[in-house]
């Protein structure tokens, strides 16, 4: 099994700045890719951001120039710098894990249990 487990969110001003973070931890034997999604209310998820094993990135475009995802693979974290941030980005952010673990089965199912992050004056 692979656990996630995000941190980082909060309420934050329009302007404002996060970062959040997701730990992963557990029978990983290789990272094929982590992403953050988010859910906001009466909406559907959004994927927001990918970083692939060979460091490969990708943002939605209504995030694109504040938002950056990165890794630390000694601490097997990926983050998520959100910069710029307005009312609309507001809502639970989710990591997710595409692994194999050590027995070289691959999933791509895992998740965090989710951050809220709310954007308000």
């Known amino acids: 099994q692979v656990q996630l487990v995000e941190s980082g969110g909060g309420l934050v001003q329009p302007g404002g700045s996060l970062r959040l973070s997701c730990a992963a931890s557990?029978?990983?034997?290789?990272?094929?890719?982590m992403r953050w999604y988010r859910q906001a209310p009466g909406k559907q998820r959004e994927l927001v951001a990918t970083?692939?094993?060979?460091?490969?990135?990708n943002v939605a475009d209504s995030v694109k120039g504040r938002f950056t995802i990165f890794r630390d693979d000694a601490k097997n974290t990926v983050y998520l710098r959100m910069d710029s941030l307005k009312p609309e980005d507001t809502a639970v952010y989710h990591c997710?894990?595409?692994?194999?673990?050590?027995?070289?089965?691959?999933?791509?199912?895992?998740w965090g249990q989710g951050t809220q992050v709310t954007v308000s004056s």
């Open positions: 970083i692939t094993s060979g460091g490969t990135t």
């Open positions: 557990g029978s990983i034997g290789s990272v094929v890719a």
């Open positions: 997710n894990a595409d692994v194999a673990n050590t027995y070289g089965v691959r999933r791509s199912d895992y």
